[in-house]
T-cell receptor, first 116, second 114 residues
Framework: AQSVTQPDIHITVSEGASLELRCNYSYGATPYLFWYVQSPGQGLQLLLK??????LVQGIKGFEAEFKRSQSSFNLRKPSVHWSDAAEYFCAVALLSGGGADGLTFGKGTHLIIQP | DSGVTQTPKHLITATGQRVTLRCSPRSGDLSVYWYQQSLDQGLQFLIHYYNGEERAKGNILERFSAQQFPDLHSELNLSSLELGDSALYFC?????????????FGQGTRLTVV
């Protein structure tokens, strides 16, 4: 079964600094890859997704992610964080085949703290 | 606003009781997914319905069941509740069933079992 690992439970970044959140997946083929953000008391919002093609994908709120097949990674980046980026970030995968009927498999999440 | 509506937002109930969580998907979306988010297990997929039919089951307990009605809204029924069932339950909807179809999440129902 596929799995998703987010090695960093918490990350603290100063406002204006760059950010990279790590995500590794385990799956026999290239899955669909997603990054979601969850603000306190809110549902999950899709930041970006990767299916195929260009390995660098752009998302909303200035985020981007790079798919690296050789490393089974899909790290999320932002060049300059804002205080409003403080939230929980989830990496997720869906099956490439099988119609995705099984839903998403999520990592445990990374809690992002922004220092003023 | 994702367009997915979940009610109620909060629910407090006693062990052994039964509750029903409701989800209204985005207009036009045929798929509804249910997820459970807890501190120890994280976000886990429970079950998927597409146009009224069950398509897939994840880590859903036998005490839990779901259905999707002709108007496409869905209900998640949780029975014989235990303290460990306390969690945030999310509903998500999407237009289709493909793995690449973007899922839109509701704000969740926070269930507290006392």
């Amino acid at each position: 079964a596929q799995s998703v690992t987010q090695p960093d439970i918490h990350i603290t970044v100063s406002e204006g600094a760059s950010l990279e959140l790590r995500c590794n997946y385990s799956y026999g083929a290239t899955p669909y890859l997603f990054w979601y953000v969850q603000s306190p008391g809110q549902g999950l919002q899709l930041l970006l997704k990767y299916f195929s093609g260009d390995t660098l994908v752009q998302g909303i709120k200035g985020f981007e992610a790079e798919f690296k097949r050789s490393q089974s990674s899909f790290n999320l980046r932002k060049p300059s964080v804002h205080w409003s980026d403080a939230a929980e970030y989830f990496c997720a995968v869906a099956l490439l085949s099988g119609g995705g009927a099984d839903g998403l498999t999520f990592g445990k999440g990374t809690h992002l703290i922004i220092q003023p | 606003d994702s367009g997915v509506t979940q009610t109620p937002k909060h629910l407090i109930t006693a062990t052994g009781q039964r509750v029903t969580l409701r989800c209204s998907p985005r207009s036009g979306d045929l798929s509804v997914y249910w997820y459970q988010q807890s501190l120890d297990q994280g976000l886990q997929f429970l079950i998927h319905y597409y146009n009224g039919e069950e398509r897939a089951k994840g880590n859903i307990l036998e005490r839990f069941s779901a259905q999707q009605f002709p108007d496409l809204h869905s209900e998640l029924n949780l029975s014989s509740l235990e303290l460990g069932d306390s969690a945030l339950y999310f509903c998500a909807s999407s237009a289709g069933t493909g793995g690449g179809t973007e899922a839109f999440f509701g704000q969740g129902t926070r269930l507290t079992v006392v």
